[in-house]
């Protein structure tokens, strides 16, 4: 959809620091958030995606006080999920300085939600976020989860994501459970699948292990590249990315 493509830090927060791990399992500390999006800012990042990946498993709200912080930090687009269960939920999360505001399980569970989200506030700023496992017995071959990935549902990721737009989402974030952390790359067969179904924009998260990761997972039809483990260990900078799309003929911001 995009013409040209945006490289998105991910920062996956648990306590009040960020965590990563493989396939959403043991999590480790990785820094301080404000200090690494200021790093990806500096570095030429076109957003920074901030997930509060262990709300609702606790059945609490985002951290508000890391979400502030944070954007008083960087002056790009920030988008921010986890715990976000209602549009109040929504108006505090702007009010401390998102931009987007990411939904997975409370809209699962709910789907009216984003409807509520989108009719209040525009689809610009709601991001559907879907953590997705492969699943044989589904029409698409791949199911949505909730509660952070430790609850695998019966509902197919392609029909809830076609639904959901249709609802008022305006992005979706595919993140790839199965490619998650492994740094073996994108799921390009979801990408490609989600990029069929999907009017708007497609953000594809899970894999990148190289540089090289990057490009493929654009051309499968993805707006937009998300990754958390190649920057946060230094192995890439942002710009090191954006050279390697420019270099396979891809323009980014």
């Not at 040209?4 to 009040?16: H, K, S, T, W, Y």
């Not at 009719?119 to 699943?135: E, N, W, Y």
């Not at 019966?154 to 492994?182: F, Q």
Request: charged residues 25%; contains cysteine.
């Amino acid at each position: 959809m995009s013409l040209v493509c945006r490289v998105i830090p991910c920062l996956d927060v648990a306590a009040g620091k960020v965590v990563k791990g493989v396939n959403f399992e043991n999590l480790r500390e990785m820094g301080d958030p404000v200090e690494l999006a200021r790093r990806y800012y500096e570095q030429g990042a076109d957003e920074i995606t901030f997930l509060d990946v262990t709300a609702t498993v606790d059945d609490r709200s985002t951290t508000y006080d890391v979400v502030q912080r944070t954007a008083e930090e960087v002056f790009i687009p920030l988008t921010v999920g986890g715990g976000v269960r209602s549009t109040e939920d929504v108006a505090r999360l702007l009010g401390v300085g998102a931009d987007k505001v990411g939904v997975n399980s409370a809209a699962i569970a709910r789907p009216e939600l984003v409807g509520e989200i989108a009719d209040r506030f525009g689809a610009q700023v709601l991001v559907l976020s879907l953590d997705v496992k492969r699943a044989p017995g589904l029409p698409s071959g791949f199911a949505v989860t909730t509660h952070g990935g430790r609850t695998l549902t019966t509902l197919d990721a392609l029909a809830w994501a076609r639904e959901a737009i249709e609802r008022g989402a305006g992005e979706l974030l595919v993140n790839s459970i199965d490619a998650d952390g492994t740094k073996d790359g994108f799921d390009l067969e979801l990408v490609g699948l989600m990029r069929e179904i999907s009017s708007v924009p497609v953000i594809a998260s899970g894999g990148a292990g190289d540089a090289a990761d990057f490009a493929p997972a654009i051309r499968a039809g993805a707006d937009a590249v998300l990754a958390a483990s190649v920057f946060h260990s230094g192995q890439l900078t942002v710009g090191d990315v954006k050279s390697a799309l420019v270099a396979d003929g891809i323009e980014v911001r």
